[in-house]
């Protein structure tokens, strides 16, 4: 496996290496999540990259950034045994060198949810992926879908910009019981992170309720809201029952629905998704 840091490096190394290309952009931490992108990738690809960057312009408060786990050396050997060839570990100058003044902002797929939530949000990972897309000019990238709107908006983003690279949706990997792995994991107490798993009971309750002819969208989101009250530790950001394509809250549940939610547990920012069928 090949550790390169500088835009010059990576367009070295990728000059030689055997295509299909596939892409796996991370922000470390690695978890068996990141290790299921890198399988899949390596399933459709000659070369599997994957970038390690934890990208300050996608975080809203400066605490989130500073508290992002991080360890690269740890992260470097987990990588190599999933497979990968080359990992692209940037310095914040070599992604954004002195002078960069862009934005890529996609629109109303980013607005709800979590675009409302973190004002700036989807700017900041869309205009990392971009940059991302661009150096690595992959086949494929491979997004976890515990981050479903964020797939939303990377894949417009690649079609409206006709960037090469094909979006692969990859299905979110949980816990035994039920938590979506994500590394802001890491930094739960062992308190919160008993907790944690009233997130995935919440968007069972509003499956169940779907299931079970339930067709307003304020009660399956009030079935997702009463199972998050039983944890007194968990603090809703949002709870959601929205159209799928276009991210609209439903009033009535007569189609596909994605149940979604943000809860602050111990004061770490957890989301996760279920979609479901009327
Ligand atoms: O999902 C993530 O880890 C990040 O948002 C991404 C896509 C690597 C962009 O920084």
Redesign the pocket.
Known sequence: MQVVRTRAELRAVLAAAPRPVGLV???GWLHAGHVSLVERARADSATVVM?I???PR?FGEAADFEQYPRNEGRDLERAEAAGVDIVFAPTVAEVYPPGFDTVVSVGAISWPLEGAARPGHFD??AT??AI?FALVGAERAY??LK?YQ?VRV?RRMALDLALPTTVVPCETVREPDGLALS?RNARLTPAGRAAAPVLRRALLAGSAAIAGGERSGDAVRAAMRGMLETEPAAEPDYVSVADPDTLAELETIDREALLSLAVRIDGVRLIDNEMTRA
Request: net charge negative.
């Open positions: 952009p991370t922000m970038s960057f934890v990208n996608q900041g990972v990392v992926v991302l997004f976890g981050d964020q990377i590394s």
